[in-house]
């Protein structure tokens, strides 16, 4: 990456507030990664201990090595106010890998309980904005979606993301065998 600033700590918007993951997040990870619905589309699957979603969150830590790399916890704020409620990390968003010199790819997770409020949406919105900010030498985003995967295809698609390429049996899901998926991809513009 040519040029980086330092990482906001904290993004907000209407309705959340992000905060970088760090070690008080891990019930609220584990909470999200233990339940089967929420896991099956990734490539780790559900998270079967405590243990095993400290593993996972340990890696979306900030690392200065990394700078592309860039992972926040999704909290709930108060309405009308600056505070934020002291209630779950509602989902993770950011940055897990560096795609080709100028893209990178982003993903995000939410916990079930707070799925079809538009927070997905929201939440993606103001990171890609944040995330143009923080890396001026990163120009594409993408993200790698299995093709029934109608809710996050609709959040990337709201977002100005459009499918690309199609991969073909190209993972292995844990929870549902070989399956295709699509690159969909937006622009910085
Ligand atoms: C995908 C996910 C992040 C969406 O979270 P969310 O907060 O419910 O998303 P939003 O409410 O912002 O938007 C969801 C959109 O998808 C639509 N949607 C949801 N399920 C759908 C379905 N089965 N078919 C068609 N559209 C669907 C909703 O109607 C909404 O669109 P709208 O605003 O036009 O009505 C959440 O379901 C999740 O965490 N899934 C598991 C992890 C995952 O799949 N991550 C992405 C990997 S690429």
Known sequence: MSELLLP??????????FRLLEESHLNDFHAIWSNPPVAKWS???????????????????????KPECLNYGVLIRASNSDITINCAMIGVIGVTSLFSPDTVEIGY????SFWGHGYASEALAAYIEAYWGYAKGINFMVAKVDPLNMGSIR??????????????????LPELGRRDTNLMKLDRS
């Open 8 to 17: 906001p700590p904290v993004v907000k918007t209407t309705r959340l507030e």
């Open 43 to 65: 490539t780790r699957g559900t998270s079967h201990s405590l243990e095993e979603s400290r593993a996972r969150m340990d890696r979306l830590f900030f690392d200065p090595e």
């Open 109 to 112: 997770i939410f916990n079930q």
């Open 155 to 172: 959040v990337l698609e709201k977002c100005g993301f459009r499918v690309v390429e199609r991969f073909v049996g190209d993972i292995i």
